[in-house]
């Protein structure tokens, strides 16, 4: 842990450079204590300063204060990360990444844009939005989630199916190394490269880890005319995933496809009989619901609608959701942002219990075994299920980006390492289902102790790659590497 002379030092130093734009004033220093991740209701991990930069160059020479002083430096975003990706539990330097939020270019002849890292996704698409454009990476977390976050842990999007993750729309960024210099990673403006390594690569997913990504050059999408969203109930999540093949391969305008679990069916029957006073009219044979969009012009949108319908219950005897208002509701919570106070899942709950998941990435075919493990498992560490989510993230594929999400009740240490140990588990079980054991959180401060299971001897050359970003070992350091949960 730092000491309170190379803190101190440290702060003159920053003074000088940034003003009253650091600070260690313990009410600034507890605004950055946690992310979302369950930890008990009390816990906190204060860094020692908090900084907020501008530049790139602003930067630079906060990491080599840090260099001067050997302080951790932990980047944070919009500190809605689950895996405890921004907890400075060894104390350091927090870098305020919000004040890096300038729109640098916007190049609408190559349907280009290169912005500060510390924008958030909601803020970018205000912009694009004016010119008729749209980066369709969108967590559903877009109002806090920075581009440079999203580059970071390499989340999920609401329209992975047609747009895959952040990198297939990457085409560079800064990095501020731990060497305390910026490097220029990818490939400017041409969406790929066969020249080099592939470094800018190695940037997404590394949690800070490797440095801070401090600018992004994207690739925007014309906005879709119009978008129509239903819901298709179905006898197992298997066959929901095949049948979502069959969709894929008959060439629809899907933009977004959302597969979850009976649990999850009963929280939106439930909402739906609560708000209409109204029974649904859901069959019990339906073990899974799969909610589809489709974007584009009017009448393709119509053709692909009508075409989806006709092959899920001719082909796959899938019946559509009558209860359009619950359709609606559920695309309005998650998509839109648009909260019912009191009435879901998002942000209320969180003041009587936590949320928590496991992410897993699994083969596509066997979402019913994995189903059928998650209730054993969670059952096991006593955890209270909230469903199972199946996100598609790769374009054009069906693909397996799992939520297996529970209610964690953070008020006692035992209940919390009774989570980590459940997440422990799942994950086993996701690397002997030939899968990896996060395709959304990313390692932060839970996955680190057991990773081995899945990386074998390649986490030793992980270490030496981190090791040539980051010599010092300053960035980030407690993640990826390391658990603090189970010992
Ligand atoms: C209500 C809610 C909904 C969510 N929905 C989704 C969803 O749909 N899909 C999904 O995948 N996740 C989702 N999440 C999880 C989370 O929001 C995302 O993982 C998101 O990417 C975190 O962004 P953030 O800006 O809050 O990052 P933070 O939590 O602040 O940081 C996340 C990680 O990125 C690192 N980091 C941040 N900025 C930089 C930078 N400039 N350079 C290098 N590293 C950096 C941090 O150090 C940390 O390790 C959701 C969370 C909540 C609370």
Redesign the pocket.
Known sequence: MPTETHIQRAFEDLQAVFGNRVTISPMHRMAYSR??SPRHRSAQDLPDLVVIPHTTDEVVQLVQVALRYSLPV??????????G??AAWRGGIM?E?KG?NQILELDLQNLSVTVG??I?VWTLNEHLARHNLWFPH????KR??????????D????FGIRYGKILENLTNLV?VTGRGEAVRLGHRKASFTSTGYKLMEL?VG????L????EATLRVFPLPQTRQVRGYLFRSLNEGAKALERLLAAGLAIDSAHMNDRERLHFYTHSYREKYHREPEVPDWAEAILFISWAGDPDVVEFSMDKTTRILTEEYGAEMVREQEMVDGWWDS?HRLEFIPFKQK??DSQRVKK?GAA?LGLPIGRLDEAYARFREIAAKWHQDILGMTV?NEAPNKATASISFAVFVDDSTEESIRNFYEYVREMSAMAVEMEGTMSS???D?DRLGGFNALEHGPSLEYMKQVKALFDPAGIM?PG?KFDTRWLR
């Open positions: 992310d979302w932990v980047p944070f975003a919009g500190g809605t990360g689950m895996g990706g921004v870098v990444t890096l890292a510390g958030t969108q967590p559903e977390s806090a989630c920075t581009i440079g976050a999203c580059i970071g842990c989340n999920d999007s609401t990095l940037v590394s949690e800070g880890t440095g801070i990504v401090t998650k998002w942000p949320f992410d996100y959304y959180i990313g932060g980030n993640k």
